[in-house]
Every structure is written in C-alpha cells, then in structure tokens.
C-alpha cells in the first residue's frame, strides 16, 4: 500500500505516513488541505439521519494543521546506510561501479580513528574491495581519488530517499524542491 507524504501548513514535507494515521488526520479534522490523487478510502457506520453509509478518503498529500514548519537548515536528516547507497545511486566513490545494496559499505573519507565523524558529509558509498583497499587511510593516503563528493540531502531529497515506493504526484512534489546538485537528477 502506498505511503501519505505529510506537509506541515507551509507545504514543508515532514514525513511518511501509513494510510490508517492520514485518515485519523481527517477524522480528527487536522487534515488542512492536500493535493494528488485520493488514494483509499475507509467506510464507517451507516447514519441514522441520512441512512448513508460515513467514509473518509486521503489524497496521497497532507497538510496536517498545527504540525510546526521544519528549520532544514538546523535539522540533518538521519544517515542511515539504504539513505546513504540509494544518495549516491549504488555507484561506489572509488571504481565508479554499480552494485546491489549487499555488496556496498559506507566509507569515511577522513577514517573515526583519524578524527572523522559519521555524518554526511565524511561518508561515501564503497563496494566491500575497495572499502578494505582503502582500509583506515584517507582517500589521498591511499592513492583513491574520489570520483564525487559527499553531500547532505535536503529534506525532501531524504523523503525520496526513504521510501521506495512514492506515488506519480508525490515525487513530482518533492523533486521540485531537490537541488539542481543532486544525484536525482541523474
């Protein structure tokens, strides 16, 4: 089943939502406005006055009121390793080939025990030979060069980053704020 990209009341993405939590939005009368496709739709009890039978349906894109509008630049999104492979395509920073996700690692260009931190911007995608080729040296020490440079997405380039399975009108939504720098565009 699809997955509900929420907005905060600016438009700003905040997360995934599973169906069921969108549609408790709509009951509980937070939903402000949303965009896309309706995408399910629940059916309730019938009504004595009407003799209808209640239903509440979810467009693939929420608006949820009184979520709070994100600072991107004061939040990182979090690094995890499918993040990490599926931001650098599945290509490795050293021998530029592509891999299935088993066969990659995460490489620190400046190496922890060299004072580099597991952040963004000192970590790259390696196939598992060329990771232990480099072993715990720099990139230079080693004689590697680095065939591109680590980046930290933006909040809607991670949003595309989480999820496998993003709806037409979702990714169109989302793409139209990652930068031009992206490896998405590629």
């Not at 399975?165 to 590629?186: F, G, N, T, W």
């Amino acid at each position: 089943m699809a997955l509900i990209l929420a907005l905060d009341m600016a438009g700003v993405p905040s997360r995934w939502l599973v169906v069921e939590d969108a549609i408790t939005y709509y009951a509980r009368h937070m939903v402000a406005w949303s965009l896309g496709d309706v995408v399910a739709t629940y059916h309730g009890g019938m009504s004595r006055l009407t003799g209808r039978r209640s239903e509440l349906s979810t467009r693939s894109i929420i608006a949820i009121k009184g979520a709070v509008a994100f600072a991107e630049a004061a939040q990182q999104p979090h690094l995890s390793n499918t993040a990490l492979f599926s931001r650098d395509r599945h290509v490795c920073a050293y021998c530029g080939e592509s891999y299935r996700e088993r066969e990659l690692s995460r490489d620190h260009v400046t190496p922890v025990h060299a004072g580099g931190e597991d952040r963004w911007m000192n970590v790259v995608t390696a196939c598992r030979s060329c990771n232990i080729r480099k072993g715990g040296r720099t990139p230079e020490s080693a004689h590697m060069a680095l065939l591109y440079l680590p980046y930290i997405p933006n909040r809607y380039e991670h949003l595309i980053l989480q999820n496998r399975r993003i709806l037409q009108d979702q990714m169109e939504y989302l793409m139209a704020k990652v930068p031009k720098h992206s490896r998405l565009h590629s």
